[in-house]
C-alpha cells in the first residue's frame, strides 16, 4: 500500500515552453502533497506544500508564478514548470501524506526534466 | 573512511562491515525522524523511523540511534552488503502536520 506515481518520469522540453508533472496517491487519499527538488549531488529541498482545495504554500525563494501547483483531488496534484529555462533542469519528486496520518509522507519515484 | 566531496559525503565499507552513517539534525523541537535510501536516478525510500521519545529502533539489519542532547542521529547497517550502495538521507518532522526537512546526504559506497 502506499504507492506514490509519478508522471512523466522524465522529460525534455525546449526552453521558453512548459511542462507538467503530476503526482498521484494511488491506494490512498493524500490531504497534502509535497513537491520537492534536487539537483546532482545535492538534498531534497522543498518547494511547496500543497492542500488539496486550497492554494499551495511555496518555500522562500520558490516563484510561485513559475512553478504552479493545482492539487484539485484528494489523489492528483500536478506541478507546472513555466516558461522553462535550463537552470530548471532538475529531479522532482513529490510526496503525499495519508488524510489518516500527520507523519509519515510516501515518495514519488521522481521526474528527471532537462530544459534544452 | 570517509570523505567529503563537492556536495555528498562518502562512506565506503567492505561487504560484510557494519556501516555507521550520521546526521545532525536542525530543530530541537522535531519529534519525529526518517532515514530514506536514495538510489540513482529513484526517489527517497523509507528504510526506519523514530519518534522523539526513544532513543533506539531496531529494524532487519538496521538500527536508528537518536541522541536529542546533541542532536544527532546515526544509521547502523549491519552486514553490508553491495545492494546497500546508495545515497542515505536523514529527515525531521518539527511537529505533526509539517513537511519533511532532509539533511544533506551521505553516499554509502560497498566494496566487494
Known amino acids: 500500500g502506499a504507492v506514490v506515481s509519478q508522471h512523466p518520469s522524465r522529460v525534455i522540453c525546449k526552453s521558453g515552453t512548459s511542462v507538467k508533472i503530476e503526482c498521484r496517491s494511488l491506494d490512498f487519499q493524500a490531504t497534502t502533497m509535497f513537491w520537492y527538488r534536487q539537483f546532482p549531488k545535492q538534498s531534497l529541498m522543498l518547494m511547496a506544500t500543497s492542500n488539496e482545495g486550497s492554494k499551495a504554500t511555496y518555500e522562500q525563494g520558490v516563484e510561485k508564478d513559475k512553478f504552479l501547483i493545482n492539487h484539485a483531488s484528494l489523489t492528483l496534484s500536478t506541478l507546472t514548470v513555466t516558461s522553462a529555462h535550463p537552470e530548471d533542469s532538475s529531479f522532482y519528486i513529490c510526496s503525499a501524506r495519508d488524510q489518516e496520518s500527520s507523519y509519515e509522507q510516501y515518495f514519488g519515484p521522481g521526474t528527471r526534466l532537462t530544459v534544452t | 573512511g570517509e570523505s567529503v566531496g563537492l556536495h555528498l559525503p562518502t562512506l565506503s565499507v567492505q561487504e560484510g562491515d557494519n556501516s555507521i552513517i550520521n546526521c545532525a539534525y536542525s530543530?530541537?523541537?522535531?519529534?519525529?525522524f526518517i532515514w530514506y535510501k536514495q538510489e540513482s536516478g529513484k526517489g527517497p525510500q523509507f528504510i526506519i523511523d523514530i519518534r522523539s521519545n526513544m532513543d533506539k529502533r531496531q529494524g532487519q539489519r538496521v538500527t536508528v540511534l537518536l541522541n536529542k542532547t546533541v542532536k544527532h542521529l546515526s544509521l547502523q547497517i549491519a552486514a553490508t552488503q553491495p545492494g546497500d550502495s546508495a545515497v542515505y538521507f536523514c529527515a525531521e518532522n518539527i511537529g505533526r502536520n509539517t513537511p519533511l526537512v532532509f539533511g544533506k546526504g551521505t553516499r554509502l559506497s560497498v566494496i566487494a
Open positions: 530543530n530541537s523541537a522535531s519529534d519525529y
